[in-house]
């Protein structure tokens, strides 16, 4: 029964990534803290593992043949995600989950506010 919600979980993080460019930070992570009981930080490492394998080809190629990707910034931009992911998950490990989850938070309000107001 569990492997249902987890699809379910899936699919509307990928639908809602596929519409909008979100899913692991602004679905799942919320999801695996508030309905299936997850830490902060196991929900922040689950959502990376579900990136390793190439998630969002379909979409991203559904995009590029719409003309939509930018594939000279998309290099770079993976670059600097490759590293600075490997950076953010070590210095993150010493932060208590409490304090993790209010900087998740504040950055989500942050990121709302700026597309809301601006």
């Known amino acids: ?5 987890y699809i379910a979980l899936g699919l509307i993080a990928g ?6 460019g ?7 992570i919320p999801a695996f803290v ?16 579900i990136l390793v394998p190439p998630i969002g080809l379909l979409a991203a190629l559904r ?3 719409s003309g939509n990707v930018k594939l000279s910034i998309a290099a770079f931009v993976c670059l600097g995600f490759f590293f600075g992911g490997l950076l953010g998950a070590s210095l993150i490990h010493n932060v208590s989950d409490p304090m993790l989850k ?3 938070g504040i950055y989500l309000l942050i990121v709302s506010m700026q597309m809301i107001f601006k």
């Open 1 to 5: 029964m569990n492997q249902i919600l």
């Open 15 to 20: 639908i809602l990534g596929g519409m909008f």
């Open 22 to 28: 979100i899913g692991g930070g602004t679905i799942l």
């Open 34 to 49: 508030y309905l299936l009981g997850m830490t902060q930080h196991q929900a922040q490492g689950t959502t990376l593992a």
């Open 63 to 65: 995009y590029y043949y």
């Open 102 to 104: 209010k900087l998740f």
